[in-house]
């Protein structure tokens, strides 16, 4: 027995509701062996008693055969609290947690590709139009796209005289991104413990100024960015996007459970791509009717809307102009996402 080995032995121990193990997470803070009695120290931050116990059951789990019996495992579990009041599902804490921000929400979908961006681009100028100052931070370290929603990609942002970094402002949003530091063609290869930096960086280092809401797009899937998120700032609640099929709902729950995990409420989850319909006004269900709908049920979250496949959206988006621009009275689309952020727990203009 090593700590190399145990720390391998730990590495198969998933932190609940996440993709990503204690190890590669840095829970693990300390290990030691001493007369056949291994001793694992672990830190976490919950308000769900749950997760420690899946985590200490799961550590015995990994480890009571290679140190031949339980007694043998000593699992210390360190519980702090995580940082803002807790959330209550479709309900908010309330806490500022970065300095003049009212309300902070993530955007947030199981698979990549379902619409995420667009939805929090729209959302974001949504909220704006009701005339709150709203802000948007793309948190998607490996495919930023708000940058190029925005038709900002040529702007670089500036640091203020504290060295914070001064966000870029398009169509009235204050506006962080990847996209704005890396360019184009950067490789991104920010992995592991530097794009937990990142990220702090990142939400912490941004000198906001004063907004009624912060909009959070967040990288898809429950990895470590979400995780950091998380745990760095105090969300007032999730929205999940996903698409009508079976594969992207499956993922849409995993996006659910894990913001469960940490005390995060869902606010609702919007449909996208949920139908096209054609210039003779029929309806095409092309990844299926209804998926939406069933899952909110079934997880007891709202429907905030449901958006259909719209070619002019996305030629809107390449050109830097969301949808949710023009007149609600004049685009159902735009329509749907005024209605999907009405919706929201924010502040009063
Ligand atoms: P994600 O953030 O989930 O990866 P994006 O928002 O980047 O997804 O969307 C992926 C692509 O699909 C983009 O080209 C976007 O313009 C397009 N798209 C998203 N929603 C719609 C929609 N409702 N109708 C048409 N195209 C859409």
């Not at 009212?102 to 005339?131: D, F």
């Not at 659910?256 to 006004?281: D, T």
Request: charged share 20%; with cysteine; glycine share 10%.
């Amino acid at each position: 027995m090593t700590e190399d080995a145990i720390r391998n032995a730990l590495s198969v121990v998933r932190y609940p509701g996440f993709s990503r193990d204690i190890i590669s997470f840095g829970l693990v803070k300390s290990i030691s062996i001493k007369n056949g009695v291994v001793a694992v120290g672990i830190e976490i931050q919950t308000r769900d008693p749950k997760v420690p116990e899946q985590i200490f059951k799961d550590c015995h789990e990994a480890l009571d055969e290679m140190a031949g019996a339980s007694e043998n495992v000593q699992v210390t579990i360190n519980i702090e609290d995580p940082p803002g009041a807790p959330s209550t599902p479709g309900g908010v804490g309330g806490k500022q947690s970065i300095p003049g921000v009212k309300r902070v929400i993530a955007i947030a979908s199981g698979k990549g590709g379902v619409g995420k961006s667009t939805v929090s681009a729209n959302l974001a100028v949504s909220l704006s139009k009701q005339g709150l100052k709203v802000g948007l931070c793309d948190c998607d370290l490996y495919g930023p796209s708000i940058a190029h929603m925005f038709g900002a990609t040529d702007q670089q942002p500036r640091a203020d005289s504290r060295e914070r970094i001064i966000p870029i402002e398009a169509h009235g949003i204050k506006l962080m991104s990847m996209g704005f530091l890396l360019g184009d063609d950067a490789p991104v290869i920010v992995r592991g413990p530097l794009a937990t930096r990142y990220t702090q960086q990142f939400l912490k280092e941004v000198a906001w100024g004063e907004l009624d809401v912060l909009v959070l797009d967040l990288p898809p899937g429950t990895g470590d960015i979400q995780l950091t998120i998380v745990q760095t700032i105090a969300l007032d609640g999730a929205v999940v996007v996903t698409t009508p099929q079976e594969v992207a709902l499956i993922d849409a729950r995993k996006a659910i459970s894990m913001f469960a995990k940490v005390n995060v409420g869902i606010l609702g989850l919007i449909e996208n791509m949920s139908w096209f319909e054609c210039e003779h006004g029929t309806r095409y269900h092309l990844f299926g009717k209804g998926g939406g709908q069933r899952e909110a049920e079934l997880m007891g979250v709202p429907l905030l809307a449901q958006i259909p496949i719209d070619p002019g959206t996305r030629e809107r988006c390449d050109e830097g102009e969301p949808v949710a621009l023009l007149d609600p009275v004049k685009s159902p689309i735009s329509a749907a996402f005024r209605q999907a952020a009405e919706a929201l727990p924010v502040p009063s203009g």
